[in-house]
């Protein structure tokens, strides 16, 4: 009688092998790709937000009664607007800024030593010399020109995110069609539940995001407008936009426009009051506000999100920790739907019956 043979293992450890392969190259590319595949990934997620927005003004009794189509032009062109505004905001506000780093850095000397009075000790008579010697030594107007030219290279990035989230807007109403015909049977229908999954999740997720985000900054251009804040608008624009990052968004979004309150007034009483209302707002929104609007539409596991936001951030920067959830988000509804990569959908879900049933 034969002895049945054990069963080689080499087929697994191929398809280990191939996966890890896989993920190295998909990295590489990302990272050499960044420059053409970054403005592609913000225009397809900004087509999220214009669709959602498109599909909520079919409730408003008029504006409902219009042809779809007619609709996504308005979102669309109030897309544009917005975004060329921003833009204008941003520029403008840098010649300001670098124009008032002079009195920034004089008022900051001045609490300095104010501060170094009221403690009881005796100012330096040659204070000046002191200063220049250290504080003095971080040189802001070109830490803010290193800044603002960061922010400038963007501009080309933000024109091809337009321009490729309109030809998206044209092109989405026959993508489904042409899925159709180059994935026919059941390979078709499962890309169609996948792309309605992605749709539902990440288009709510980022309709609802951006919703809160403009809540919040409407609420901190209110709190610094209040107090003479300069460039309150850029400020409330800057916290709105940070908010999408998990975590430490909140946190950046607030040190800066503290740090400008500070150098702006040299007073820390003017600027303990500004910091407790920003952080109010921002804890009244990620306690409250945020966790009763979003629920769970993306579900994933916190230490999920922290991993996703460091491994994004360390791909393609600020933008790549913008992205960090939506584009997380996507890869575990593609997994979840996949019978051979549910159990990993299954390990990076907040709720684990979600993906596994891979419905929304």
Not at 165 to 189: D, N, S, T, W
Not at 304 to 319: N, R
Request: proline share 5%.
């Amino acid at each position: 009688m034969t002895t049945p043979q054990p069963r080689t293992q080499t087929p697994r450890l191929q398809t280990i092998v191939h996966a890890i392969l896989l993920v190295v190259m998909v990295g590489y590319l990302l990272v050499i790709g960044q420059s053409l595949l970054l403005p592609i990934f913000v225009a397809v997620i900004s087509v999220y937000v214009l669709v959602s927005a498109s599909n909520s003004l079919g409730n408003i009794p008029v504006i409902g009664q219009l042809p779809a189509w007619a609709r996504r032009s308005i979102v669309l062109l109030a897309f544009v607007l917005a975004v060329v505004a921003l833009t204008g905001v941003v520029i403008s506000t840098g010649g300001q800024l670098l124009a008032e780093i002079p009195t920034y850095q004089a008022n900051l000397e001045q609490l300095a030593e104010r501060l170094i009075a009221t403690a009881g000790f005796e100012v330096p008579e040659d204070w000046s010399g002191v200063w220049e010697a250290t504080i003095g030594q971080i040189n802001l107007q070109s830490v803010a020109t290193t800044a603002l030219g960061s922010l400038g290279s963007l501009a080309g990035v933000i024109f091809l995110v337009v321009i490729y989230a309109m030809f998206l807007m044209g092109e989405r109403g026959g993508f489904a069609h042409k899925v159709a015909i180059a994935l026919p049977g059941e390979g078709g229908v499962q890309a169609q539940s996948i792309i309605s999954d992605i749709n539902t999740r990440i288009g709510d997720y980022l309709a609802v995001k951006t919703l809160i985000n403009v809540i919040l900054a409407s609420i901190s251009y209110v709190v610094m407008w209040a107090f003479g804040v300069d460039f309150a608008l850029f400020w409330a624009i800057f916290i709105g936009l940070l908010n999408y990052i998990p975590y430490v968004g909140s946190l950046i979004g607030v040190v800066f426009p503290v740090a400008l309150t500070l150098a702006q007034f040299g007073s820390l009483q003017t600027t303990a009051f500004v910091l407790a209302l920003l952080a109010g707002a921002q804890l009244w929104v990620g306690n409250f506000l945020e966790p009763k609007m979003i629920g769970k539409r993306v579900n994933l596991s916190p230490f999920v999100v922290l991993v996703s936001l460091t491994l994004w951030t360390s791909l393609w920067g600020v933008a790549g920790s913008i992205l960090a959830i939506p584009l997380t988000s996507i890869l575990a509804i593609i997994l979840g739907h996949v019978p051979a990569t549910r159990p990993i959908a299954v390990f990076l879900a907040d709720d684990p019956d979600q993906p596994a049933r891979g419905t929304p």
